[in-house]
């Protein structure tokens, strides 16, 4: 994602309310059922003038800045938090798609701001009232964080890091099914860090209670923000060192071993007995990146 997060400006009233008036700031849109998207080829998120905002009938008294777009303004704005009828006129000319849906229509630059977009208005939107005392809390920093004016607790983002993993054993992979998942479709195991742990503790622990696989010598891989709702996703891989797989926390419905042949295969052409991540998540990458090491070595 390359804009500018305007980290050094963004505090300034003087500078914000100018980006405000300037003709060439923008806004991008998102709500609970996902982010706007324009009809223009290739597709992106839709842009309007923070100028034709008011003209609709929404002031952004609380803007929420993402940053700047090669020196332009980009405010974010929640759907949610407009009549129905301004809504309504915002998104003429776009369609409101999910996040995973957007993601595979979208090039790697308006994919990531669309995560960014989404990960910001959810939190603002849960956030509206302080978590210590109840009161409501204003914005400040043009939305990267929120002060309660009683108890003076200032709220930031937050972000929850989850590990996700290739497990492999020679040339297999642990691979897991979700209950409510299509029979066929398996992921590689993944799961939220706890207070105090490592995050190769955390790979290790996740696979062993997931799994009963004792899984050995993580090696960080990449990274990828996942905004359902707030996650950061770190790419893992591991190597097995016993254990057999079954289903033990009553997170996964089924974990077995698939042979690089197997999940080659379906990475070429999805078939019935295997179907794997869509090519939007880091899932994928590492699946991927397993599969293409096995078969060059």
Do not use: K
């Amino acid at each position: 994602m390359a804009l500018d997060r305007a980290a050094s400006s963004r505090a300034d009233p003087d500078w914000l309310a100018q980006r405000l008036a300037d003709p060439e700031s923008n806004a991008v849109f998102a709500g609970r059922e996902g982010v706007l998207i324009g009809e223009a080829y290739p597709p992106e998120l839709l842009r309007r003038p923070v100028a034709e905002l008011a003209a609709s009938g929404l002031a952004l008294a609380d803007p929420i800045l993402l940053g700047l777009d090669r020196g332009r303004a980009v405010f974010a704005v929640d759907l949610e938090a407009a009549p129905r009828a301004v809504s309504a006129v915002l998104t003429r000319g776009g369609t409101v798609m999910s996040l995973r849906a957007a993601g595979t229509l979208l090039p790697s630059s308006e994919g990531g701001l669309a995560a960014y977009l989404t990960a910001l208005v959810n939190w603002h939107r849960t956030h509206r009232f302080c978590p210590n005392c109840g009161t409501a809390t204003g914005i400040a920093e043009a939305g990267y964080s929120r002060p309660c004016p009683s108890c003076g607790a200032v709220h930031f983002p937050r972000t929850d890091p989850v590990v996700i993993m290739v497990v492999a054993d020679g040339d297999r992979i642990l691979l897991g099914r979700h209950a409510g998942w299509p029979t066929h479709r398996y992921s590689v195991l993944a799961g939220y860090v706890a207070p105090g742990e490592t995050l190769e503790e955390a790979v290790a622990r996740e696979v062993r209670e997931e799994s009963g696989v004792d899984a050995v010598d993580p090696r960080y891989v990449a990274s990828q923000p996942w905004a359902f709702p707030s996650s950061l996703m770190l790419g893992f891989e591991a190597r097995a060192q016993g254990g057999e797989p079954t289903a033990r926390d009553g997170e996964l419905e089924d974990v077995r071993w698939f042979s690089a042949q197997e999940v080659g295969a379906a990475l070429r052409e999805p078939v019935r007995q295997l179907e794997l991540p869509g090519t939007v998540s880091i899932a994928r990458l590492l699946i991927e990146r397993w599969v293409s090491h096995i078969e060059h070595t």
